[in-house]
């Protein structure tokens, strides 16, 4: 393979990719990307890699900053990949993120919405309630890091404070590197997931071989000086057990529609609150659902936007694949004295045909499926009888995919369309559509 010419070199940049890095161009039009530049901007750039059909850079001096640009608040920025966009003005990253939903809807799924909803923000800052650290004991800095992967991914950034994460543990990552240092088993661990409730933190610390007493000890002692809930898990998801307290509460509220959802440490819950209580009543509203209606809630989880809906129609049904999901789903409608919400386990990626819940006699349907869309389960569904739907995405590339098959071969108009900043300063996008009959 041919060495890199790392001279730096001047390009200007046109636009901004769906991953949040600056685009240029040659003269025979082969894309460069380039981290840390933003349209508009003339850069000096060094190449980081080459391939036959693009070219990555990144941004070693801004000549012609864009007046979009910040000064980004992390000191970990430009090296940590947990957010890349925070040298980007707060009010014009959701605008590219429009621009990205946009682009997807009309590229893949040849649609457009008749109008576009204003987009959904909340905390910009400290909003981060769940996600995974990864941990490396590194000899040539005798230290252990724990944090997010570098830009990049072979290695761990070695944060000192994270401010996207919320503050009980973004704030305290120094003091868990430092903890995590002093065990035996520090080059045992592979990676610590936190998720935050209303009652606080819980970190799920992953071991690969057992943890001995003195160990133990230590991250008690840890979780009862730092107010955690610690719980330790040296095998698959199973094997996760409670360290201290004995019996963890782990829980939030949404209190606009008097519901209180627990989980457990590893479950998916959306990772924005604020944003959160915004998207579900958004996704009410677009529903529409009259008292009579039942309702299909596809890809359902803990019951997010399930046990919402029970408070507004006579019954909503609820499918999920997880079937840990599913079971805390029906203990989560019991302790809110729902009985409306019924809750099945199904993979929703496989073939359902023939299965009770697939059954006609839903009024509308709203679905929040993982990154790889909804294809399989829309057209197994007999979909005929329904006449509004409500998608919830977290990729914009599926949803287009999807709403080119409502349209085209089902008969849905998109009404509406609009992204939702339920993770700022990144370039994940979240949005969500409105289709009727």
């Not at 003339?42 to 990144?58: F, T």
């Not at 809630?297 to 803990?302: A, K, Q, R, T, Y």
């Amino acid at each position: 393979m041919a060495r890199i010419d790392k001279t730096p070199f001047a390009v200007e940049i046109t636009d901004l990719s769906h991953d949040g890095r600056g685009v240029a161009r040659d003269a025979e039009g082969k894309a460069l990307f380039v981290n840390g530049a933003l349209p508009g901007e003339q850069v000096m750039a060094q190449l980081a890699s080459r391939s036959r059909r693009y070219d990555e850079a990144i941004t070693v001096e801004v000549l012609r900053p864009s007046p979009d640009r910040v000064m980004p608040r992390c000191p970990h920025f430009g090296v940590c990949s947990g957010c890349v966009l925070q040298h980007l003005a707060e009010d014009q990253q959701i605008l590219a993120k429009q621009r990205v939903l946009m682009e997807n809807l009309e590229r893949i799924g040849h649609v457009s919405p008749q109008a576009w909803l204003p987009p959904l923000t909340g905390d910009n800052w400290g909003y981060r309630r769940k996600g995974r650290f990864s941990v490396r004991h590194v000899l040539k800095k005798n230290k252990t890091l724990v944090g997010f992967r570098e830009v990049d991914p072979r290695f761990v950034a070695d944060l000192s404070v994270c401010y996207t994460v919320i503050p009980e543990i973004g704030g305290k990552v120094a003091a868990l590197a430092e903890r995590v240092d002093g065990l035996q088993a520090r080059d045992q661990i592979p990676q610590i997931e936190f998720i935050g409730g209303d009652d606080g933190v819980a970190l799920t610390i992953r071991h690969l071989t057992p943890l001995s007493e003195e160990d133990i000890e230590h991250l008690r002692g840890f979780a009862q000086a730092q107010d955690f809930a610690i719980f330790l898990q040296p095998r698959g998801v199973d094997s996760v057990h409670p360290l201290w307290p004995e019996s963890p509460s782990l829980r939030f509220r949404l209190p606009e529609w008097d519901v209180e959802l627990a989980f457990e440490p590893l479950d998916f819950i959306q990772v924005n609150a604020r944003l959160n209580e915004k998207m579900i009543a958004r996704a009410l509203d677009l529903l529409d659902a009259a008292p009579d209606d039942r309702v299909l809630d596809l890809f359902c989880g803990l019951g997010n936007f399930t046990l919402p809906l029970a408070r507004r129609v006579r019954e909503v049904v609820g499918v999920e694949g997880d079937a840990g999901l599913v079971a805390r789903a029906r203990a989560n409608a019991q302790r809110n004295g729902l009985d409306n919400a019924r809750f099945h386990a199904a993979d929703l990626s496989q073939d359902q045909r023939g299965m009770p819940w697939m059954r006609p006699g839903f009024d509308k349907l709203l679905l929040d499926p993982p990154r790889s869309g909804a294809d399989e389960v829309l057209k197994q569904l007999k979909i005929k009888g329904l006449d509004r739907i409500v998608y919830v995405s977290c990729h914009p590339g599926s949803l287009a995919r999807d709403a080119g098959y409502l349209v085209r071969e089902q008969g849905f108009r998109l009404i509406s369309a609009g992204v939702m900043d339920m993770f700022p300063h990144t370039a994940h996008v979240e949005s969500i559509a409105l289709f009727e009959r």
